[in-house]
């Protein structure tokens, strides 16, 4: 394609214009689009709408496991085998003492993630404590929570209390969710971001590439996503962890997931578009390519698996020459003092443990809420 092609992309993205379809899909498929000026486009509109911040996010799994639904991709649905820590809802000490290690870490926004179907009415008055709480101490950072399905009732009640985001991804196209999940449909998980909508709380919602799925079924979450106006869109990687329902991730390689990151920035142009779980395994060598499309991150890695080591995350940021949106400069916590004890050799990090966890570079994720 002529240079004149990827100028036209980015112009119509700053514009607000959709791609048209065939377009869309052609970024994903066509080798007659190349990556490198696809990128420098998804650039251009990143630059125009995010600067060159990236924002980084840390997910505190609040609960472990013990979850009714079906969902193949993650590994504490009730038909996968994966052998990991399962555990009740953690104290509210616990949890507390995790929003402090993010807010320590740098983290623009604390993710808690409660696994099952959708919280019950005591337990959204006692997450809704938690935002309190956690809001008091911390004011500058974000709450994010994914608790599964919820009706307007329940996302008025988590806003009352502060709640900034919620996060229910789409996670794949409703062509594709009766393979992944039987348990809920994915008109449930719309029910739920408009529920959010209604109560006028900001949406994370994203999707997970490497489940079956076809481009164009990764073209119909980035119009839906488009669709719902959607804040903050994590696009993760599949990562299979030995024992899920869902097999080996499928189709993604290095070129094909900046691709997908590509589609996601320049047809939802003003959104923080997360290179999410999966980053350090499918984009390898490329994973800081992510950058050029994308504007954050998870540091520290996921729900049920680990990923980069913090200190190489952030140096890869500031290497490529972004800067991090924290009240701590990236300077500051590359050199923090005692970085050095806060991996132990247990594998612990900080306030959130990953000794029970499995290692990316090892093995693979799962739990994308
Ligand atoms: S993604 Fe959420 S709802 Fe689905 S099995 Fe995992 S914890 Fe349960």
Same mark, same amino acid.
């Given at each position: 394609?002529?240079?004149?092609?990827? $100028?036209?992309?980015?112009?119509?993205?700053?514009?607000?214009?959709?791609?048209? +379809?065939?377009? %869309?899909?052609?970024?994903?498929?066509?080798?007659?689009?190349?990556?490198?000026?696809?990128?420098?486009?998804?650039? !251009?509109?990143?630059?125009?709408? #995010?600067?060159?911040?990236?924002?980084?996010?840390?997910?505190?799994?609040?609960?472990?496991?013990? /979850?009714?639904?079906?969902?193949?991709?993650?590994?504490?649905? +009730?038909?996968?085998?994966?052998?990991?820590?399962?555990?009740?809802?953690?104290?509210?000490?616990?949890?507390?003492?995790?929003?402090? $290690?993010?807010? !320590?870490?740098?983290?623009? /926004?604390?993710?808690?993630?409660?696994?099952?179907?959708?919280?019950?009415?005591?337990?959204?008055?006692?997450?809704?404590?938690?935002?309190?709480?956690?809001?008091?101490?911390?004011?500058?950072?974000?709450?994010? *929570?994914?608790?599964?399905?919820?009706?307007?009732?329940?996302? %008025?009640?988590?806003?009352?209390?502060?709640?900034?985001?919620?996060?229910?991804?789409?996670?794949?196209?409703?062509? $594709?969710?009766?393979?992944? /999940?039987?348990?809920? @449909?994915?008109?449930? #998980?719309?029910?739920?971001?408009?529920?959010?909508? #209604?109560?006028?709380? +900001?949406?994370?919602?994203?999707?997970?590439?490497?489940?079956?799925?076809?481009?164009?079924?990764?073209?119909? *979450?980035?119009?839906?996503?488009?669709?719902?106006?959607?804040?903050?869109?994590?696009?993760?990687?599949?990562?299979?962890? !030995?024992? $899920?329902?869902?097999?080996?991730?499928?189709?993604? @390689?290095?070129?094909?997931?900046?691709?997908?990151?590509?589609?996601?920035?320049?047809?939802?142009?003003?959104?923080?578009?997360?290179?999410?779980?999966? +980053?350090?395994?499918?984009?390898?060598?490329?994973? *800081?390519?992510?950058?050029?499309?994308?504007?954050?991150?998870?540091?520290?890695?996921?729900?049920?698996?680990?990923?980069?080591?913090?200190?190489?995350?952030?140096?890869?940021?500031?290497? %490529?020459?972004?800067?991090?949106?924290?009240?701590?400069? *990236?300077?500051?916590?590359?050199?923090?003092?005692?970085?050095?004890?806060?991996?132990?050799?247990?594998?612990?990090?900080?306030?959130?443990?990953?000794?029970?966890?499995?290692?990316?570079?090892?093995?693979?994720?799962? %739990?994308?809420?």
């Amino acid at each position: 394609m002529e240079q004149s092609f990827y $100028n036209q992309l980015a112009g119509q993205s700053i514009a607000g214009e959709p791609l048209p +379809r065939q377009i %869309a899909l052609d970024l994903l498929t066509s080798d007659q689009v190349e990556l490198l000026p696809l990128l420098s486009a998804a650039f !251009e509109v990143r630059k125009k709408f #995010r600067g060159k911040e990236v924002s980084l996010h840390i997910l505190n799994n609040a609960q472990n496991g013990h /979850c009714s639904e079906n969902c193949g991709y993650c590994a504490q649905g +009730r038909t996968s085998r994966a052998d990991i820590e399962e555990y009740p809802l953690k104290s509210d000490a616990e949890i507390f003492a995790e929003a402090k $290690n993010a807010h !320590e870490k740098g983290a623009d /926004c604390y993710c808690m993630v409660f696994s099952g179907r959708g919280p019950s009415a005591a337990r959204v008055a006692h997450i809704a404590r938690l935002i309190r709480q956690i809001k008091a101490k911390y004011p500058s950072l974000e709450i994010c *929570v994914s608790a599964g399905l919820l009706d307007d009732g329940k996302a %008025a009640a988590l806003k009352e209390a502060g709640l900034d985001r919620l996060n229910h991804n789409l996670n794949t196209s409703q062509r $594709n969710y009766p393979r992944v /999940c039987t348990t809920h @449909s994915y008109a449930d #998980r719309i029910n739920t971001l408009t529920a959010a909508r #209604r109560a006028r709380i +900001r949406l994370c919602s994203g999707m997970i590439a490497g489940i079956g799925e076809t481009p164009h079924d990764i073209l119909e *979450v980035a119009y839906a996503l488009r669709e719902l106006a959607v804040e903050s869109i994590p696009v993760n990687f599949y990562i299979p962890i !030995e024992g $899920n329902a869902l097999g080996p991730a499928t189709g993604l @390689s290095p070129d094909y997931c900046l691709r997908v990151l590509c589609l996601f920035r320049l047809l939802n142009p003003k959104a923080e578009i997360r290179a999410a779980a999966g +980053r350090e395994l499918h984009l390898r060598s490329m994973q *800081v390519m992510a950058l050029y499309p994308a504007d954050s991150l998870f540091l520290d890695g996921y729900l049920n698996t680990k990923g980069d080591d913090r200190r190489r995350t952030l140096q890869m940021i500031q290497d %490529a020459g972004f800067t991090i949106s924290s009240d701590h400069p *990236v300077e500051g916590l590359l050199g923090k003092e005692g970085d050095a004890r806060e991996v132990s050799p247990d594998g612990s990090v900080g306030q959130i443990s990953m000794k029970k966890l499995p290692d990316l570079r090892l093995f693979m994720p799962s %739990a994308t809420p």
